[in-house]
């Protein structure tokens, strides 16, 4: 019914915040008269019989002499106003000129158009025999897959608009053909219009302006209603996002049988597009397909995808049959080049007999034997330090529980290799690479460990060890299949696997704590491993790269690198790594450097890329960042769901004791802070300290997370004196393992002086909050949002001080730059500010009164002191 503006049974009023668009009753058409079959027009189509009608135009099935083929016959109806006929013409004109303009197998070609002997315009399409899409759906109950597949046909034709640069404006299923070969085709773009004029100048016999003439009637909005995009229905122009919205409304109702919006009429449905509120989908339809239905359907233009193709993309993207086709590309791989051609470093040789399986722990020669053992024990225990000793042991425990148990599974694979001879033996071959990948991450770290004493590497040593790839993986065939195989070609693998295992080193050198030694290493690296066409190496090598600028504090050269990793690691299908990479650009973007609007949208692709990956260390570092940022925007309700699943997904793979679960620990304490569950905080704090403390030694830098929010924990429960103690203890542990100018003192520096004022130590308060102060300016930028934190503790204690005068403009700075939780601290603050000067009363209450209302929203204990400050100072 793409004709009009409206379908008949769509007429009412649709409210917004912005504007009420009302659909009254279309202008009356005259009928008219069908002509009769056997009837000639234009000289060369003989009318065969109606094919249906609408309300600007009639189609006819009809024969073309002239080509010897049947065509559809588009006829103008005639309008009871002649301005109606205008612009009906136009919209005719501009469909011709749109469908004219497209050659794509799913879009209805156009022939011919003009006029009539009377006169009136008419359009020579494609013959189509078949039914439209909306008919085809209710033919009989289809499969989900088939009905994505129909879609995906439509969508390709709707992306060839696009690429035309038209915009359809009124995508449906009714303007939607299904042809007896089952070819789907996109039709009606008599409502279609372009992005860029310029780009497509109109053909020589049109009418001057016909694109550029704005032909809808005054009060009323082009497209169907029930598949419009909000904006749209603002009054916005269109763009491709807008039929990219029309397109998932239509694949929802398709998939799930049940309207989009929620709501009982069509006010309400519509109130309801305008704010997001969508029915859930059910349960049995595929997670991957309805997220990027999902996105589709966002409020946001922006947050939808950006353009039609990209959501093709997404809804091509089957995990299944990735899988598959990765299995059956390592199929091709071991019969083509040998199993030998999927080692690294020659591990498996191919035999007629099948591999030898006897004494593999062999393998571990130079990696883990006798003489590495000694280097190794030498090494940490030749530091000196008090917990070398202890340290060395647990390293030692770890290296042993590890190879041992790589040597039995190494075993097994080899014995399943050779017990599936003449078999595919793809599984087999990926369990054998996996667990050679694992001897190579192995052998960079135990060459790190054992190269010489480093007082340095020590309080790293056990974390390293632990945090070696999990065994498991390598029998896990979901992981197995998803994993990124080596280079097919025989040149290219042998340089990747030599590089690899300078990447190893990389690594092994960020999970040891030495990022300045990384940085080196790996600025080095880059342009050998930039020479190898193969992505996912150069995509680690970057990411890793970018780990070590992190933890060295260099957040903004770490930005710049994993931007450089996310398309390769997109490009070499490394589903784990493109949502490490994600994850670590949300966190830098956001958290580090306080850009907190800009990583809202990385925060959605993180979302979106962690959820495909198979790898739970993966998603659970994604998930983790992505809580980090929703922690930093205020909505700790949701930075605690990421923290629990985070850690349950950590817990599942690596157990209760390993130094991560004690990091997910420690963020989940935070979270829960922030909201003021400060017992159960706490618990999880102190949990997290202890579990470091007994895996890491006492000054590992992991601890500083949990000291310094144990020390802020204490301080809101009123035990200042208890406070101190983890605070002192974090800035000694951030001078000696990380630096006096690592961005991360700048939290402990700040709390620590909150803790002293409120101590009433004045003095040494004070030359806290303004060593805060500058170091942040310093490594952050005076722009960082943590600026205010630091503005509100050198406030309050003026405050303190009786210098209210000299706190306001103190506080008046940190409102300008204060996140949510923090706001709310500074709104407090500064309506005791500005009351005890007796100058702005009324603000003082307004200010109190937006913190109460976010504290209050919150649940959080802080509203009682509102609460009773307000009741206690009221304006006359």
Known sequence: MSDTEWPADEEGAFESSDKTVTVSERPRSVPREVPPSGTTLAGRYTVLEPLGEGGMSVVLAAYDAQLDRRVALKLLRTRSEPDDDARSELRMVREAQAMARLNHP???????????????????????????????????PRPWREVLDSFLAAGRGLAAAHEAGLIHRDFKPDNVLVG????????????????????????SSARPGAWDAEITLAGFVVGTPRFLAPELLRGAPADARGDVFSFCVALYEALCDQPVFVGDTDVERTQARFEGRINPPPAHLPTWVMRSVLQGLSVDPLQRPASMSTLLEALSDDPDVRRRERLSRIIRVSAGLGLAALAAGGWMQQRDEGPE????ERELAGVWDDSVRQQVRQALEGTRLDYALATADRVFQTLEDYTRTWTRMRTEACEEARDQAGEPRSLAVLKEYC????????????????????????????????????????????????????????RVRAQAETLQNEVDKLEALYESGKYAEGLTFG?????????????????????????NLEGAGEFKRAEERVREAIPLAAEGRDDALHAQTWGLLTLLVGNRQGRYQEARDLALITSAVASRTENALARAEALNALGTWWNGVGRHDEAQSCFERALALCQQVRGPRHPYVAGYHSNLGFALFQQGAYAEALRHIVGAQELWEDVLGPEHPYLVHALVSRGMVLWKLDRPEEALAPLERTLAL?????????????????LLGSVLADLGRYPE???????????????????????AESLLGLGHLRRLQGRTSEAVPLLERALTRAQESTRAEVQFELAQTLWSLGT?????????????????????????????????????
Request: with cysteine; hydrophobic share 40%.
């Open 106 to 140: 799913n879009v209805v070609a156009v022939y011919d158009s003009g006029r009539l002997e009377d006169g009136s315009f008419f359009i020579a399409m494609e013959y189509v025999e078949g039914q439209t899409l909306r008919q085809w759906m209710q033919e009989r």
């Open 180 to 203: 007896r070969d089952g070819r789907v085709r996109v039709t009606d773009f008599g409502v279609a219009r372009t992005q860029t004029l310029a780009e497509a100048p109109l053909p």
């Open 357 to 360: 399986c006897a004494h593999l």
């Open 435 to 490: 667990l050679e990948r694992a001897r190579g991450r192995l052998r960079a770290l135990t060459g790190l460990l054992g190269r010489g004493s480093d007082a340095e590497l020590l309080p790293r040593a056990v974390e390293a060890a632990q945090g070696l790839p999990p065994l498991e993986y390598c029998t896990d065939a979901r992981v197995l299949t998803a994993a990124v195989p080596p280079p097919e070609d025989s």
């Open 523 to 547: 600025e080095a690296l880059l342009p050998r491993v930039a020479e190898v066409p193969y992505p996912p190496l150069r995509a680690r090598a970057l990411f890793q790269l970018a780990q």
């Open 734 to 750: 951030i001078d000696n393992q990380l630096g006096p100018e690592h961005p991360f003192r700048t939290e402990p520096l700040t």
């Open 765 to 787: 308060a004070e030359e806290r909050q303004q060593q805060a102060l500058a170091l942040k300016e310093k490594v952050l930028g005076a722009e960082h949002p943590s600026i």
């Open 840 to 876: 702005t009363p009324t603000r003082a209450r307004e200010l109190a009164s937006e913190a109460h209302a976010y504290w209050q929203r919150l649940g959080h204990p802080e509203k009682a002191r509102t609460e009773q400050w307000l009741a206690t100072h009221t304006t006359p």
